[in-house]
């Protein structure tokens, strides 16, 4: 998903009493995918309620979002609007990805082969209309604010970050930078072991900053320019060059000055080139939003949580009084300045 330029940018692990007091801006899509493939069974199966409704996103958030609450964090969720028809391709072929993976997923548990099985289940997740509503229920009880983004919800969080509305943007994805954001928080939703795919190796997924100033500085480009190699890369609006990676497009971008003339240089076109370049530099966004945290309410929590979806009624009642503490800490931080 996104552009594939991470191996370009300049990343520094943070604990995270690094961002506490700190307003981030919570690619909401790109965390819930997160939960909705993480937070699977051995087999791959999602977590679900009595009805067979998919619950591991709302897992996710709530004990997430409690732990980062609980850290001092003051997070927004950003939602997707309508995207743009650019992205009608890429979003096509990944709905071709989550269908062939699930048919395989079904496979795989057919043959009791669980390592595939959690693979493909993982690849065959897809944030719904359902899963977004719920979301924003579960956000809105648990007195976290969340924002309807126009179109693209990293260009409205990164939006945010620019007026000063947020301090960061959190999102798995490197599209903020094209978007403008400043500092990006990568692997705010899930830390901790994780598995390489199709290895029997596991990982420390650590907290990484990323700021934009700092990694266009070292590569010696603007921002433009780093629109550009992603552009040739590969971005969610249109297919990168042939046999080109992150570190030939640089290469390319610097030695050529732009895009225009490595597309002259190589004689090859990308088609609306101009019209990507503004997806990115002038981002459908909006200033129509109000951030506000409230106090969590227990009572719908539990009606909501526990009485329709299953959850452990002992479980979301500790989440509730972590989620209390917290915002009575913050309030209390707030009333000094009165």
Not at 47 to 76: D, M
Not at 79 to 105: A, C, H, I, Y
Not at 232 to 259: F, M, Q, R, S, W
Request: hydrophobic fraction near 40%; glycine fraction near 6%.
């Amino acid at each position: 998903m996104g552009t594939d330029i991470g191996d370009l940018l300049q990343k520094r692990k943070i604990e995270l009493s690094d961002l506490s007091s700190q307003v981030i801006a919570v690619d909401a899509f790109n965390t819930l995918h997160q939960f909705l493939s993480i937070i699977r069974q051995r087999d791959g199966s999602p977590l679900v309620n009595s009805s067979g409704k998919v619950t591991s996103h709302l897992s996710g958030l709530l004990y997430r979002t409690a732990s980062l609450v609980e850290a001092g964090i003051k997070p927004v969720f950003v939602f997707d609007g309508k995207p743009p028809e650019m992205k009608s391709q890429t979003l096509n072929k990944r709905k071709e990805v989550r269908e062939s993976s699930r048919e395989k997923w079904e496979y795989a548990k057919k043959e009791g082969d669980l390592e595939a099985a959690y693979k493909y289940a993982q690849a065959s997740s897809k944030v719904d209309q359902g899963i977004i509503e719920d979301s924003k229920h579960l956000l809105g009880v648990m007195g976290i604010p969340w924002i309807q983004a126009p179109c693209e919800g990293e260009a409205q969080a990164a939006h945010m970050v620019l007026k000063k509305d947020a301090d960061y943007v959190a999102s798995q994805d490197y599209d903020s930078f094209l978007f403008g954001a400043p500092a990006v928080i990568r692997n705010l939703a899930v830390t901790g072991k994780r598995k390489l795919p199709g290895k029997n190796v596991y990982v420390d997924v650590e907290l990484e900053m990323i700021e934009l100033e700092e990694t266009l500085q070292a590569l010696g480009i603007s921002r433009d320019q780093l629109i550009d190699i992603a552009i040739c890369v590969g971005t969610d609006y249109n297919k990168g060059l042939e046999k080109v990676g992150p570190k030939t497009a640089l290469k390319l971008i610097k030695k050529h000055g732009n895009i225009h003339a490595v597309l002259r240089e190589k004689g090859v076109e990308i088609e609306a080139l101009d019209s990507i370049k503004e997806l990115f530099t002038h981002p459908d966004v909006t200033d129509n939003y109000e951030i506000k945290w409230g106090k969590p309410d227990s009572e719908r929590l539990i009606t909501f949580l526990c009485e329709e979806n299953d959850f452990s009624v002992e479980r979301v009642e500790k989440a509730a009084e972590r989620l209390k503490a917290a915002s009575g800490a913050r309030q209390r931080t707030l009333d000094q300045w009165f």
